[in-house]
């Protein structure tokens, strides 16, 4: 069965830092991949997609994401974070039917230190 | 923002007793999805609609229903609460269902059974 899987729980990382968010999926063929941001008490919002060619996506809030097919994963980046970044992060792929379905990873809560 | 209000916002309620969360649009988006978060699983899939009462099971839709009678209304109802249905339910709307049509989500209504 196609999943998502999100390794990391919680990552913390100070004001300016570069980060990296993990994940992994499962799928037999070319994957839709997806994360979205969802800030304390919000609803979720898209931040970047990846369906085919470069495999560098650029998205909101000076984000982007790398799909490595080799290893099956799809990472966030930021270079340098905000404080304004902290929130749950998902990341999600399209499921195999025509349908809309969404399958999300658990979520990485971040938090930015001063 | 994309339209969608959800209501209630909070609610707590009795284990046994019935329960009807509803969202509402205003984009006349054909596809509707209801989406439950507990942590450690991110986002799971409740039910979906493609259209005007045309509805269909996600992967965790036991002791849930939902209805659709109207294009702007999708309605999920508890049919007798249990602790275990105690999450943050979200409503998202699609123009389609195909994966480059994003998904919106709405704010989000936190259900206690106690």
């Known amino acids: 069965a196609q999943s998502v899987t999100q390794p990391d729980i919680h990552i913390t990382v100070s004001e300016g830092a570069s980060l990296e968010l993990r994940c992994n999926y499962s799928?037999?063929?070319?994957?839709?991949l997806f994360w979205y941001v969802q800030s304390p008490g919000q609803g979720l919002q898209l931040l970047l997609k990846y369906f085919s060619g470069d495999t560098l996506v650029q998205g909101i809030k000076g984000f982007e994401a790398e799909f490595k097919r080799s290893q099956s994963s799809f990472n966030l980046r930021k270079p340098s974070v905000h404080w304004s970044d902290a929130a749950e992060y998902f990341c999600a792929a399209y499921g195999s039917s025509n349908t809309g379905k969404l399958i999300f990873g658990q979520g990485t809560t971040l938090q930015v230190k001063p | 923002d994309a339209g969608i209000t959800q209501s209630p916002r909070h609610k707590v309620t009795e284990t046994g007793t019935p329960v009807t969360l509803r969202c509402h649009q205003t984009?006349?988006?054909?596809?509707m999805y209801w989406y439950r978060q507990d942590p450690g699983h991110g986002l799971r899939l409740i039910h979906y609609s493609y259209g005007v009462k045309d509805t269909d099971k996600g992967e965790v839709s036991d002791g849930y229903s939902v209805s659709r009678s109207k294009t702007e209304d999708f309605l999920l109802t508890l049919e007798s609460a249990t602790s275990s249905q105690t999450s943050v339910y979200f409503c998202?709307?699609?123009?389609?269902?195909?994966?480059?049509?994003?998904?919106?989500f709405g704010p989000g209504t936190r259900l206690t059974v106690t």
């Open positions: 799928y037999g063929a070319t994957p839709y």
């Open positions: 984009e006349n988006h054909r596809y």
């Open positions: 998202a709307i699609s123009e389609s269902g195909g994966p480059s049509y994003e998904q919106y």
